[in-house]
């Protein structure tokens, strides 16, 4: 296998094809409006996929023309942070908009199409050892972040287009097949909800039972992070940060037997966990179903179904109260949110008479097959993350990484 030349990023570029965001104080919240052009953030770029589209802020038309005009992203764009979580990148999309404004934490890129697919040097950069050279040449003065000078001279291999194609297809496929699941299992989640909604709102034989009668309600702690012995084991340990899926099977934080002994307490599969302080609860009410046995730490609480109520059904009977409990939450000294066991354990919920009942069996199987998805992503994402770096330095032929995907999907 040849070896592979480097070269600088700028000659992957039109010309003028890289530039920052707006300086200062061209661009601040209060110029935020309700519609307009939207304004990428780093949020945006948070995403595994190539872009996160759900949270947008934006300008008005009349600002950027008058001083946005030189710091705009279209679809097709690699947009880069500046300053922040250095080494997210991203893909302008297609839609729902024409264009874009970036932020004055982000950079982006114009791809000369005649010598780079812009997808490539999105994968280039998704690899975690570009990752680590953007971190090591951060300018540390103040927050750590790069310039355009930096970013313009980071080495990227030059291939072929064709070649280039062909490695995105492949990781491509990949990244595709998880952004399917992912949109499967939002689809059985909110389906399963609306389920639940119309039957609690319907069935004659159903009865309204308080949260405090129906589960067990358990309290998790925070074992000692200062004891190696109780950190880096095999269960998840869930927190208020950590709580971002409702299949709750995983966590960045795992604990050793001991580390579960000593602190905090272990759940079993079906148990309800929700947030109740943090500064999530302002916005959002983070709530998932352990698809495996998991400890959890104090900022969350954990309900296991009494006998007579099915847990599958309880989560979403406490799914759709979302904007009800929302509207109890109040701040703590620090302004993080927080939600009063007293009050939310009164919150009342409707349930069938019976376990046997049929909403039950839809949402069990709605339950379950949004999970599968979400396993099925994971071993996706461990293959994608594998074969990336390698194919990117030329370590892996790109015949032998299709074999792999094709026998994955």
Request: charged share 25%; glycine share 8%.
């Amino acid at each position: 296998m040849s070896e592979l030349e480097y070269v600088a990023l700028r000659e992957f570029a039109v010309p003028g094809g890289l530039v920052g965001g707006p300086f200062g104080s061209k661009l601040v919240s209060t110029d935020y409006v309700p519609e307009g052009v939207p304004v990428i953030r780093g949020q945006n770029l948070a995403s595994p996929g190539y872009f996160d589209a759900s949270e947008f802020v934006f300008v008005s038309e009349e600002k950027v023309e008058r001083d946005l005009s030189r710091n705009l992203a279209e679809p097709g764009d690699v947009v880069f942070t500046q300053r922040g979580t250095l080494g997210q990148v991203g893909i302008v999309p297609d839609a729902p908009f024409p264009r874009y404004v970036i932020s004055q934490s982000q950079m982006r890129m114009r791809v000369d199409r005649r010598v780079a697919e812009p997808r490539y040097i999105y994968y280039c950069f998704r690899d975690p050892r570009m990752v680590q050279m953007i971190q090591a040449r951060a300018i540390t003065t103040g927050v750590p972040h790069i310039n355009l000078g930096i970013l313009a001279e980071l080495p990227i291999p030059r291939r072929p287009l064709v070649e280039q194609r062909r490695i995105v297809e492949v990781l491509g496929a990949l990244d595709d097949k998880i952004a399917v699941n992912e949109r499967i299992a939002q689809t059985a989640l909110e389906l399963g909800t609306a389920i639940y909604a119309h039957r609690a709102s319907s069935a004659p034989t159903w009865r309204s039972v308080s949260l405090a009668d129906a589960a067990q309600w358990y309290s998790g702690g925070t074992p000692r992070t200062t004891e190696p012995a109780y950190w880096n084991g095999h269960i998840p340990w869930i927190s208020a940060i950590s709580l971002k899926s409702p299949w709750i099977d995983d966590s960045p934080r795992k604990l050793t037997s001991l580390g579960a002994a000593n602190g905090t307490r272990i759940v079993p599969p079906g148990t309800i966990i929700f947030v109740v302080r943090g500064s999530s609860l302002k916005e959002e009410f983070r709530i998932g179903i352990a698809q495996c046995e998991v400890a959890f730490g104090q900022d969350c609480k954990a309900l296991v179904a009494v006998d007579g109520i099915d847990h599958d059904l309880l989560f979403h009977a406490i799914r759709h109260h979302t904007a009800d409990i929302l509207e109890l939450v109040d701040e703590t000294s620090i302004g993080a949110g927080r939600l009063a066991t007293d009050l939310i354990e009164k919150l009342l919920v409707r349930v069938p008479d019976t376990p046997s009942d049929a909403t039950v069996d839809a949402l069990k199987s709605l339950n379950q097959s949004a999970a599968a998805k979400q396993r099925e992503s994971r071993t996706l994402a461990e293959l994608r993350d594998t074969l990336l770096p390698k194919l990117i330095s030329g370590e892996l032929r790109v015949r032998d990484a299709e074999k792999a995907v094709e026998e994955a999907l």
